[in-house]
């Protein structure tokens, strides 16, 4: 089993919609949770950081993480085309370990006008 | 330009050709990581780089594998006698320091073995 599990879709929605993707994760030890966006032939993007557990909330993208259930998730309100991409969660331990990135599979997102 | 820079782009190698990409960092910035990320996966860690020391080699997936960065700058991610299973894209990220800021990753070489 992957340490991060990640829903690889496709996830294909309307315009405007909301987006909810989500990850789950076993190694307790992670503390930092990022979420990035990848456009076919491209490198990663970091959308959304987020430190523990909480939320976080940047224009229309809200992060959550709920350290007590393994889970994080990312929310996208007022979908647009523009939108359409991977989403993929990353995770770290902080300290030592801060820049060495966990990554889910990445799920691909569709939004259509 | 201001981001990482990977080259080449794309590269096509025949089974057991040796291979030599590329990777340059913001400028300025002193770790640099090594990623690689199969078709349809999420990047995988290969190595990091703290200026010119090599602190975690941990995710290099065989001795044919080898990476370096002699003057703190510009990096080289070797494979040699490459096999199918190397067909991959290949990130590169840099941070200005492990413990502060989170990688910018480039936009990969896309390696395919034939």
């Known amino acids: 089993q992957k340490e991060v599990e990640q829903d690889p879709g496709p996830l294909s929605v309307p315009e405007g919609a909301i987006v909810s993707l989500n990850c789950t994760y076993s190694?307790?030890?992670?503390?930092?949770f990022m979420w990035y966006r990848q456009y076919s032939r491209k490198g990663p993007e970091l959308l959304m950081y987020?430190?523990?557990?909480g939320n976080k909330e940047d224009g229309r993208f809200t992060a959550q993480v709920d350290k007590s259930s393994k889970y994080i998730s990312l929310f996208i309100r007022d979908s647009q085309p523009s939108d359409s991409a991977t989403y993929l969660c990353?995770?770290?331990?902080?300290?030592?370990?801060?820049?060495?990135?966990?990554f889910g599979q990445g799920t691909i997102l569709t939004v259509h006008p | 330009g201001a981001g990482v820079s990977q080259s080449p782009r794309y590269k096509v190698a025949k089974r057991g050709q040796d291979v030599a990409l590329r990777c340059d960092p913001i400028?300025?910035?002193?770790?640099l990581f090594w990623y690689q990320q199969a078709l349809g996966q999420g990047p995988e860690f290969l190595t990091y780089?703290?200026?010119?020391?090599?602190?975690?080699k941990s995710g290099l997936p065989s001795d044919r594998f080898f990476a370096e960065r002699p003057e703190g700058s510009v990096s080289t991610l070797k494979i040699q006698r490459t096999q199918q299973e190397d067909s991959a894209v290949y990130l590169c990220?840099?941070?200005?320091?492990?413990?502060?800021?989170?990688?910018?990753f480039g936009n990969g070489t896309r390696l395919t073995v034939t």
């Open positions: 990220a840099s941070s200005l320091d492990r413990g502060a800021s989170l990688p910018h």
């Open positions: 190694n307790s030890a992670f503390q930092y």
């Open positions: 987020t430190y523990s557990s």
């Open positions: 990353a995770m770290s331990g902080g300290g030592t370990s801060y820049g060495k990135l966990t």
């Open positions: 400028s300025g910035h002193v770790s």
């Open positions: 780089f703290q200026n010119e020391a090599q602190l975690d």
